[in-house]
């Protein structure tokens, strides 16, 4: 089974301050994804990464990077924490092709 | 822009009975298509996919549909039992050459009763 890691299911962070979600997976997959879920907004994704070293800007990039050094591994950083980047971050990824993308459990990031 | 659309935020059925679940996507390029369950402090679980060459692909009580002329997107389950409740989202595959990106519905919560 696919297993997708997020390192905090909770996290509370003081506005300003530089916040890195990290996101392992187990299967050597090509592809992973950051999104944010919001109510009645659905998955929104913010960067994702198709090998390492690469990345490409999602739909709402603005305020975050990400870093993939590893093919395992990929971080998303907030620069500068605002209130309004509180939200449920999903990391996932997924094989070449067709195919779906596994999630992990998401990380409830609660910015004061 | 939503380029998936899922119009119904919440359903309620009862138990035993018949869910149907929908979407619209406005891109008749998007060539795969798939459904997600997802729990509350969870993330979504993959339920099933569809590829655009099929209009029915089933697995156990799940069902998806396709209507690629109304570009109209169905889930059903039968029969819709109480662990089925929960957020549903639907998806497709962009329409860019090498596209990796999957575009993804704002959710539908459904309610089984008991």
């Known amino acids: 089974d696919v297993k997708v890691t997020q390192s905090s299911r909770y996290l509370v962070k003081r506005t300003g301050e530089k916040v890195f979600l990290e996101c392992v997976q187990d299967m050597d997959h090509e592809n992973m994804f950051w999104y944010r879920q919001d109510p009645g907004l659905g998955l929104r994704l913010i960067y994702f990464s198709y090998d390492v070293k690469m990345k490409e800007k999602g739909d709402i990039p603005e305020g975050y990077s990400v870093s993939r050094e590893k093919k395992e591994r990929f971080s998303l950083i907030l620069e500068s924490a605002s209130t309004n980047q509180t939200s449920m971050y999903l990391c996932?990824?997924?094989?070449?092709?067709?195919?779906?993308?596994?999630f992990g459990d998401g990380t409830r990031l609660s910015i004061l | 822009d939503q380029q998936v659309k899922q119009n119904s935020p919440s359903l309620s059925v009862q138990e035993g009975r018949i869910s149907i679940l929908n979407c619209d996507y406005t891109?008749?390029?998007?060539?795969?298509f798939l459904w997600y369950k997802k729990y509350p402090a969870e993330g979504p679980t993959f339920l099933i996919s569809i590829s655009s060459i099929k209009d029915k692909n089933e697995d156990g009580r799940f069902t998806v549909f396709l209507n690629k002329s109304a570009k109209h997107l169905s889930l059903h389950i039968v029969p819709s039992q109480p662990g089925d409740s929960a957020v549903y989202f639907c998806a497709a595959r962009g329409d860019q050459a090498g596209t990796y990106k999957y575009i993804f519905g704002t959710g539908t919560r459904l309610k089984v009763l008991a």
């Open positions: 891109n008749s390029m998007f060539d795969y």
């Open positions: 996932a990824s997924r094989p070449l092709g067709n195919q779906p993308q596994h």
